[in-house]
């Protein structure tokens, strides 16, 4: 058997050999992690940028345009219809008829209250002309009574006799005006048969045709009316605001109006009437009614009983730091993307007023940030890896 030498390695060849070692593991750690890392998470990011922000509330159900001034008209009596010059949509001016009833009797009665008006004044013209007589003949009678050539007897007469008719005299100009009064009297009659407009507005609705009878509501018991009358020179908005919302909303603040009806455009306006008092319409559900009216004086083809919304303009910044509301995570966090190191950051920051587009930052961020907007994706977490979508 052969003699076999073993030669120890020196020290630094030993060394050499556990630094090639070690190298070995690190690029193998290396290689491995590099092959097994996860992928970056893809995010939408927006920028932090400057633009006007406003503090708003809006109303919690849809509102209603409504006419400053509407009114369902009736006749104050029932009867047969017999006029009806007007049709729906009709432009009409204040005062003019609208509706009338069979009403022939009545127009008689008119008449025959006329007629006794002008006799009654006939004949108190008559006894005023005897009274004049009589006085004139009282007086000459009591001068010549004076002469002594008269008797005091007839100058009694003739006096009593003056004061006689002139008494018939006030008696038939007071029955002259009673006479008038029952001229009143039938003509307001005639009056209740006859429906005019109180205001200049566009006719809605009729509930009647010619020949046909329409009568008074009952006591109680409420009836369409004959005719519907809108004045649509003055709209406004009703709406339900949260009571939350509620003691922050004043008349005279601008408020910005939109409607299903017209989505492409929104009319400025102002609130001109929060109601003073808490509607429980829904159960757990307490508004409180306010009142827009539309300044813009072009509204298009604006028609009462239109849903709207009203967003109520309680502040505004017209240059402010601000990112979209819809970020924000627990009131006052957001997730910023480093750009040179592709991690996610929860930061704190501190915001100012605010409404559902858009939030003013105070403190905490600077105008060019990267703010992660997808906040519902998995993955998305502070110390998280990530790159813009």
């Known amino acids: 058997m052969p003699n076999v030498i073993w030669l120890s390695p020196s020290p630094r060849d030993a ?49 209603t345009v409504d006419a400053c001034r509407r009114a369902g008209l009736s006749p104050a009596s029932g009867g047969q219809i017999v006029v009806l010059p007007i049709v729906d949509g009709d432009e009409v001016e204040a005062g003019e008829l609208l509706l009338e009833l069979w009403n022939e009797d009545l127009r008689a009665q008119v008449r025959l209250a006329e007629r006794d ?3 009654a004044n006939s004949r108190a013209e008559e006894f005023c002309v005897i009274a004049d007589f009589a006085r004139r003949e009282a007086n000459r009678l009591t001068m010549l009574l004076e002469d002594g050539l008269a008797s005091e007897d007839d100058t009694d007469r003739a006096v009593g006799n003056a004061e006689s008719r002139a008494a018939a005299c006030t008696a038939a100009r007071d029955g002259g005006r009673v006479a008038a009064a029952q001229v009143e009297v039938a003509t307001a009659a ?17 509930n009647g045709e010619i020949g046909e009878f329409v009568t008074p509501s009952p006591v109680g018991i409420p009836t369409p009316p004959t005719v519907d009358l809108i004045d649509s020179s003055c709209l406004y908005i009703s709406a339900p605001i949260d009571e939350v919302d509620a003691p922050a909303v004043k008349a005279g603040l601008p408020a910005r109006i939109s409607l299903d009806a017209f989505s492409d455009r929104t009319f400025s306006g102002h609130v001109r009437r929060v109601a003073p008092y808490v509607l429980d319409v829904e159960r757990q559900a307490r508004t409180v009614e306010i009142e827009a009216e539309i300044d813009d004086p072009d509204r298009g083809d604006l028609l009462p009983g239109y849903s ?18 819809s970020v924000i995570v627990d009131n006052n966090q957001v997730y910023v993307l480093d750009d040179a190191t592709g991690v996610i950051e929860l930061r704190e920051i501190e915001v100012g007023i605010s409404n559902w587009e858009f939030t003013a930052v105070t403190g905490g961020l600077s105008v060019g940030e990267q703010i992660v907007s997808s906040i519902d994706r998995e993955g998305v977490e502070d110390g998280a890896s990530a790159r813009p979508e």
């Not at 060394?15 to 998470?41: D, N, Q, Y």
């Not at 005639?190 to 009729?206: D, M």
């Open 308 to 325: 709207a919304d009203v967003e109520v303009l309680l502040a505004s910044e017209e240059n402010a730091i601000r990112i979209p509301t």
């Open 15 to 63: 060394m050499k050999r556990t630094a090639l070692i070690l190298g070995t593991i690190v690029v193998i750690a290396a290689v491995g992690w590099f092959v097994s890392r996860p992928e970056p998470l893809a995010v939408s990011i927006v920028s932090v940028d400057r633009g006007p922000v406003s503090a708003t509330v809006s109303n919690t159900r849809a509102g």
């Open 190 to 206: 005639l009056a209740r048969t006859q429906l005019y407009a109180p205001f200049s507005g566009v006719i809605a609705e009729i």
């Open 117 to 119: 008006a002008i006799a």
